[in-house]
């Protein structure tokens, strides 16, 4: 099992930049991919970035492309997402989440909640 704790979520306005750390326990060896889900107030969950855990190769949703960046750390067993450009409507609670080869992302952390005024 493979435990996920969110730090660095908080208030800031439009413009201006956060970075979120998701430090993993447990059973690391067996994690293949770590990304950040979000989830706004009424909406459903939704992919931000990802990345490959050997190799780094990442991915994101449109909506933050050119302004996230997801990244890692594995001697510490930890992943990053820097966010630039920050909108009002990237607020949300993120969520950092993990998996192994072949599976769905099933190991969660607790979430970290991001505001953005304008």
């Known amino acids: 099992q493979v435990q996920l704790v969110e730090s660095g979520g908080g208030l800031v306005q439009a413009g201006g930049s956060l970075r979120l750390s998701c430090a993993a326990s447990?059973?690391?060896?067996?994690?293949?991919?770590m990304a950040w889900f979000r989830q706004a107030p009424g909406k459903e969950r939704e992919f931000v970035a990802g990345?490959?855990?050997?190799?780094?190769?990442?991915n994101y949703a449109d909506s933050v492309k050119g302004r996230f960046t997801i990244s890692r750390e594995n001697t510490e067993n930890t992943v990053y997402l820097q966010m630039n450009s920050l909108k009002p409507e990237d607020t949300a609670v993120y969520y950092c989440?993990?998996?192994?080869?072949?599976?769905?992302?099933?190991?969660w952390g607790q979430g970290t909640q991001v505001t953005v005024s304008s």
């Open positions: 989440a993990a998996r192994g080869v072949g599976r769905n992302y099933d190991s």
């Open positions: 447990g059973r690391t060896f067996s994690i293949y991919s």
């Open positions: 990345i490959i855990r050997s190799g780094g190769t990442t």
